[in-house]
């Protein structure tokens, strides 16, 4: 409890210093929401390579706006962080019309893998589930799930990130839910049919 | 949601870029943002100039702005400027820097006497320029020296007009004065009847004590008159005391005159030759003193006499330049300035005198 309040002021602490523009505190916020930003990229663009240059760019986008700009000092460095990751990202759609399809997670860095083959292959086995159970919803409910469970922003950071009201977050989010479930006992009911 | 899912989603978390990357990828982003300083330092510049235009949107800024452009402007511009010629280019901006002058000089006076000088200094440049033998070489010249001449014409009616406003402006502050000093003096006759005191004196026309046995003729000389029976002094003389500033003197000096009466008693049988050498003396005082009266008043009237000295040589310029005498025009504008210049010392001068 107390080592998570000291992780949130430190996090408070390093952004209100980059919207300053302290470089040293840039790096170390990169450090901390460098894995996150990755994520959302990856779960949106579904290529490791991709992902990767978008969250660099991110990044470098992230610091020449502080620099050259007067940032609100109250302004979330985090949600800041999200809301370019999504405007390269409709840059990096619109830049390649041609969708390839989904890496396999074989090439992505999963923590903790144990090392196990056949737990290891279980593993591999659920994360790709889920992924085509998010692939298959529309692209805003994927993104307010990925925000709200996997990357655990508040509806703050959410609402700043995506532009949108808590209120409306909310009841878009009920309806991602609703809609990853029904994908999902789609799912369940499809591998019962093959298996029977 | 079920719990089942909600976990598999929570344990997408572990989706991690590799460390590799993420190592380079902070190296990269460091390198960058140390090579900024050069762009950060032009940004800063840039954030300053967006600061700016949106202050300078105010309307207060931007008068202060102005104001301050403006005053800058006619104080670094201004000596360049004086040297331009009406056929240059930056004559017209040479025009709009006077004009800026005077319409910022507040004393009436002042701003009369500058817009003479400089229309008389425009008429000199257009004269000059007319003058010089290379400027009806080119080939519209006889155009040009058409509107010149409407333009001298214009500066002359100009500087002729400023000074008769800085003669107008004289006169009615002479008569002012002269009010003033009338009401003052018909105040203190109202009261000269009130004036004398138990003491048996009285305040004379510039309100100064007058002993009972003074009085001043109409030249404003004190006559000092001595009665035969007050035994003050012999035969009931009169003894012309001098100028108003003598009878300050006499005033203030009375008691060592009163010493010396007393001492005139004791020798009251001095001789008449003594009394008349005085009163010659006291008589070359007076007129001496009446000379000094009639040169004032000749230097005030004299005043009148150079505003009409002044539009003469104007007149005379105008001609002559009209009768394509320009070097005597020339000349006489010169005259003109000389003359304005001393004007412009003795409007500088007054408030000392004052």
């Known amino acids: 409890m107390s080592s998570n309040l000291l992780k949130k002021f430190k996090e408070s602490n390093l952004s209100s210093r980059s919207l300053r523009k302290d470089k040293q505190a840039f790096i170390e916020i990169y450090n901390i929401y460098v894995d996150d930003i ?8 579904g290529h490791r390579e991709e992902a990767q240059d978008i969250a660099s760019n991110v990044f470098l986008k992230a610091w020449d706006y502080i620099a050259s700009n007067k940032v609100d000092k109250s302004k979330n460095l985090k949600a800041l962080f999200y809301k370019i990751a999504r405007n390269t990202i409709v840059d990096y759609y619109r830049s390649k019309r041609d969708t390839s399809p989904l890496d396999s997670l074989e090439n992505t860095d999963l923590k903790d893998i144990k090392q196990d083959p056949q737990a290891l292959t279980e593993i591999k086995h659920e994360y790709e589930r889920i992924l085509k159970l998010l692939n298959n919803l529309k692209e ?11 990357n655990e922003l508040s509806w703050d950071e959410i609402s700043q990130a995506l532009g949108k009201s808590k209120g409306s977050l909310r009841v878009l989010l009920h309806r991602a839910t609703k809609a990853l479930e029904e994908e999902d006992k789609k799912d369940v009911e499809a591998r019962e049919g093959k298996n029977e | 949601m079920k719990k089942t ?33 050069k762009s950060g330092a032009f940004s800063k510049v840039m954030v300053w100039v967006k600061d700016f235009a949106k202050v300078s949107s105010q309307p207060a800024f931007a008068l202060a702005a102005f104001v301050l452009i403006l005053i800058t402007g006619v104080a670094f511009f201004n000596p360049m400027l004086s040297d331009a010629k009406p056929n240059d280019s930056l004559y017209i901006a040479r025009i709009i820097s006077e004009k800026a002058q005077v319409n910022m000089t507040f004393n009436k006076e002042n701003r009369d006497r500058l817009s003479a000088q400089f229309a008389t200094n425009h008429a000199k440049d257009i004269t000059n320029l007319i003058n010089d033998p290379e400027f009806h070489s080119q080939e519209d010249s006889e155009d040009k020296i058409a509107n010149l001449s409407d333009d001298f014409n214009k500066e002359i009616n100009t500087a002729r007009e ?22 003052v003096n018909n105040n203190s006759n109202d009261n000269s009847d009130n004036s004398e005191d138990g003491d048996g004196t009285e305040l004379d026309d510039e309100g100064k004590i007058i002993s009972a046995d003074t009085r001043k003729d109409n030249q404003g000389l004190e006559i000092n008159i001595k009665d035969n029976d007050s035994g003050d002094t012999s035969d009931g003389d009169i003894g012309i005391l001098g100028s108003d500033e003598e009878v300050d003197t006499e005033t203030e000096e009375e008691p060592s005159v009163n010493d010396s009466q007393a001492n005139d008693n004791e020798t009251n049988d001095s001789s008449d030759e003594g009394a008349d050498a005085d009163l010659n003396s006291e ?22 006499g150079d505003v009409d000295e002044t539009n003469k040589a104007l007149d005379d310029a105008q001609r002559l330049f009209n009768e394509e005498k320009y070097q005597e025009a020339l000349e006489k504008l010169n005259e003109v300035e000389d003359m304005l210049e001393g004007v412009s010392t003795e409007i500088s001068e007054e408030p000392s005198v004052e």
């Open chain 2, 162 to 183: 400023s000074i008769n406003s800085i003669n107008k402006r004289d006169n009615s502050n002479r008569q002012n004065k002269d009010n003033g000093n009338n009401d």
């Open chain 1, 140 to 150: 805003d409910y994927k993104e307010v799930i990925i925000l709200k469970y996997v």
């Open chain 2, 5 to 37: 899912l909600l976990s598999q989603l929570h344990n997408l978390k572990d989706v991690q870029p590799d460390k590799q990357w993420k190592a380079e990828s902070q190296e990269f982003l460091r390198t960058h943002i140390n090579n900024d300083v």
């Open chain 1, 38 to 45: 990755y994520r959302f990229i990856y779960f949106k663009v």
């Open chain 2, 283 to 304: 008589e070359e005082n007076a007129s001496s003193t009446l000379n000094q009266l009639q040169s004032i008043t000749e230097e005030v009237n004299k005043e009148g």
